[in-house]
Structures are given as C-alpha cells and as structure tokens.
C-alpha cells in the first residue's frame, strides 16, 4: 500500500503578470507605496487601488483610494469587501519609532510590531480568499535588510521586520495550495521621507520598486533589491558578532 503523501505542496507559484493585474497599495499615500502605486499604474496594471489612514491625501491621478489603516480590523474587513477583484497585493503600510527594545517607551516597541507584523497579518488574512477566488495572484511583502540585522536605535523595528520575515515564510506555505505567488522585498535605507532621519547612504526607491514587481513577474520568493541587503542577508551564515562589529565600527 503506498502511504498518501500529506506534506503541503511548497512549490513556488508562477509569477504574475503586471499588465492587467489589479493590484492594491497599503500605505500609498507617501514613501516608498507612492512608489509602488505610481510604478504598477506605468506598468499597465488593470486598476490600482492606493490605501491610506487618510485617503484624501492620496493625490497620484488614476489610482482608486481607499481609506485602510492595517491596525483596525474593521477598515481591514470593509477594503477587502470593496477590492474583491485583487489579484496583487503590495504590504508596504509599516512605522518606525526609532525604539530600543529595553530603555525606549514599551508602548512605541508595541506600535511597531502591531503595524508592521500584526497589521501586515490582518490584510493577508482578509485578502487571501479573494486572491485565491481570482486565481491565486500574488502577495509583495515590504521587508528590510533589518528583517536580519539589529542597529541601535531602530531595534523594535528590527524586531518587528524580523516577525514580519517569519510570517512571509508562513505565509508562503500556507497559501501555495491555492497558488499564491508570496514574495519577500528586502532593501535598505532608500531616500523617502521615512528614512529622512538617516543620515546614511540612500538607494534610488523607484530601483527598489522595480526589482520588486520585477521579482512578482519573474515567480521569485525573495528578492534582494540592493548590495547591502544582499551583503547582510550573505553574513547570516557568518559568526552572529561579525556583522554587528561591522555596523558597530561605521557608526560609533
């Protein structure tokens, strides 16, 4: 007798098709998901929904607005209700408070987490019955290089993006038997106003944007949009000091 085999399928899904897909946006409104938005309308997508906390700052022409603020299940409920013909969903919605996980105020560690793991959670969870009722599409998750590294000043957010990492992983297996293309977009500082704080090197975010909606067509799982994500993601299999020295020795 051959014993059935219960192992879930983790195959990659093929990738998507950019032009004609119907695709929405969280956190669209400024940053690096104005960038996305701008980026998919370029790029022939079929509709384009732009998601805000504030819809009426939404100012790209083209793009459907919608109100969503990821931490609130009912704005969750209400856009997958109003975008039921998704087949893309980007989850770039995401904070930093500039924590440190022991000294900084508790309250902001949470803020993190509860945007950009918990937030990030709710969405796939509402959209994933209706990417799977529209072909099983794709899910873009907005990582960081700081999925994998600390740095002082930035660890709740680190610690968040690590959680958020984790997930896309889960994710990923969890909604390959309805072929769901999940991919993860790690980057570094890119020049947005939510880097404007760093004074570090910037990358170009449109180059960031590219390779991830690059990444969703070609069917890849990962994808590294710039030398330093690759350089991180490299020294993970190297002594865990080696790396925070490095950091360490450009800051101090």
Do not use: C
């Amino acid at each position: 007798m051959t014993t059935p085999n219960t192992e879930p399928n983790t195959r990659p899904a093929s990738g998507l098709r950019i032009e004609g897909a119907v695709a929405l946006v969280t956190g669209a409104n400024r940053g690096l998901g104005r960038h996305f938005a701008r980026r998919l309308l370029e790029r022939g997508a079929a509709r384009v929904y732009a998601t805000a906390r504030r819809p009426e700052a939404i100012d790209l022409p083209g793009v459907v607005p919608l109100r969503l603020d990821v931490t609130n299940d009912d704005e969750v409920r209400a856009a997958a209700a109003a975008a039921g013909d998704v087949t893309l969903l980007v989850n770039n919605a995401g904070v930093s408070h500039s924590t440190n996980v022991v000294t900084d105020d508790l309250a902001a560690v949470r803020a993190e987490m509860e945007t950009n793991f918990w937030g990030t959670l709710a969405v796939v969870r509402a959209f994933a019955p209706v990417l799977s009722a529209n072909g099983g599409g794709a899910i873009l998750n907005v990582l960081s290089a700081q999925s994998w590294h600390a740095y002082p000043g930035t660890n709740g957010y680190h610690a968040s993006k690590a959680a958020q990492w984790a997930l896309t992983n889960g994710v990923r297996l969890e909604l390959a038997e309805q072929g769901t293309l999940v991919t993860g977009l790690h980057l570094g500082a890119v020049d947005t106003d939510f880097s404007a704080g760093y004074d570090g090197p910037k990358g170009d975010p449109g180059v960031a944007v590219r390779a991830g909606l690059d990444g969703i067509e070609a069917g890849e799982v990962e994808v590294l949009a710039d030398p330093w994500s690759a350089h991180v993601k490299q020294a993970l299999a190297d002594h865990p000091t080696r790396l925070s020295d490095e950091i360490r020795a450009g800051i101090v």
